[in-house]
């Protein structure tokens, strides 16, 4: 490696990442890797490190929870020339990290990347915006906005699932026109999620057979958000299969198109930017990422 970008949000998850960072600047530049350290302050000074990064940089790592993770995407994706990817777990649910096989123990990650195991990893966008794990409009969009704080520390990654539960009981419905490859829906929605990565609040149920590098996306329909069908969404954890039922679509495509009414906020990788209508898209191999085991 010529030089290495870590950019470091301090303030991730419970900062357990922040006290080992000395550490693991030492392992890399005793492994000869010359590592140049940034710690944010603010949203989006990430993305402003990612594009002031010296010409020689080859690998940016991502030092945070997934937020951190997908402002670094978002700036790293349009480059005409881009260097490979890391990501340091150092949040709450650490999704994509997980689906990458990524350690949870931000000493053995490092170990994971300094190892160098490449992966050529699909990337999806919106026209907009990338993202790495996932891309939803309706209850996923809900869930995440009215996790209280307090809960999530409390609870960490079941907070995501006991919010779904709860909207369940009085989801916002809107009306969906999908047109996929071999697939077209009219009707009722509650919740559209296309997914790249496997885990969602720190948990594999999000599409337990996904796989990173197939160049395709994992969509689910949700047209009745009842407790059953976001039960089979939940036990696909243990079951290893995709969640199935009346009210639910499962399909997995390339490109698709939505149209909502009314308009629906989006939800990109944690992030909700924008509005509907959007085309979807998935970038096949775009990023190299180093990975972990598996």
Request: charged letters at 20%; one cysteine or more; proline letters at 6%.
């Amino acid at each position: 490696m010529k030089h290495t970008v870590l950019i470091l949000n301090p303030n991730a998850g419970d900062g357990s990442l922040l006290s080992v960072i000395d550490e693991i600047l030492n392992r890399f530049r005793r492994a000869g890797l010359s590592v140049s350290l940034h710690q944010t302050t603010r949203p989006g000074e990430g993305a402003q490190i990612v594009r002031a990064a010296p010409a020689d940089t080859d690998l940016i790592i991502a030092g945070g929870g997934d937020g951190t993770v997908a402002e670094t995407v978002n700036a790293l994706a349009p480059l005409p020339r881009r260097p490979h990817m890391a990501i340091l777990p150092g949040g709450t649910c650490n999704d994509f990290s997980r689906t990458l096989g990524m350690s949870q123990d931000p000493l053995e990650a490092a170990e994971q990347i300094l190892a160098g195991r490449e992966r050529s990893v699909d990337v999806g966008s919106d026209g907009h915006r990338y993202f790495l794990n996932f891309w939803g409009i309706g209850l996923i969009t809900e869930v995440s906005a009215d996790i209280d704080p307090k809960e999530k520390e409390r609870f960490g990654r079941l907070a995501y699932y006991f919010n779904a539960l709860k909207h369940a009981v009085d989801p916002t419905p809107f009306t969906l026109h999908l047109e996929a490859d071999g697939v077209s829906y009219h009707g009722p929605a509650q919740l559209l999620i296309a997914g790249n990565g496997a885990y969602l609040g720190g948990y594999r149920t999000f599409f337990p057979t996904s796989c990173v590098d197939d160049g395709l996306l994992d969509v689910l329909l949700v047209k009745d958000a009842s407790f059953d069908s976001l039960w089979s969404w939940i036990r696909s954890h243990w079951t290893g299969k995709t969640p199935e039922g009346e009210d639910i679509l499962y399909f997995r495509t390339r490109q698709f198109h939505v149209k909502t009414t009314p308009s629906q906020l989006i939800d990109c990788d944690g992030e909700k930017e924008g509005k509907t209508p959007a085309t979807i898209s998935v970038l096949p191999g775009y990023l190299t990422m180093l990975a972990g085991d598996g």
